[in-house]
């Protein structure tokens, strides 16, 4: 649901961070991929242009190149 915090993963499935997401795990599904301006068409409204703000995240491993 919108405002729950979520374990984010990296694509060797290992924790990255947790934050707080602006859309429903539904909404979700529909706009992955999506650029932001392309949200507003999928969903019929784009309250955020980002799915978890840096303002509401944070990075729980140390990432290497």
Not at 6 to 28: C, H, P, T
Not at 38 to 46: D, P, S, V
Request: proline share 3%; net charge neutral.
């Amino acid at each position: 649901s919108i405002g729950a915090p979520v374990i984010f993963m990296s694509q060797q499935k290992a924790e990255v961070g947790i934050g707080l997401v602006n859309y429903s795990a539904s909404d979700i599904q529909k706009i992955k991929g999506l650029k932001s301006k392309e949200i507003k068409n999928c969903l019929g409204h784009k309250p955020f242009d980002e799915v978890i703000h840096r303002d509401n995240l944070t990075i729980t491993v140390e990432l290497n190149d």
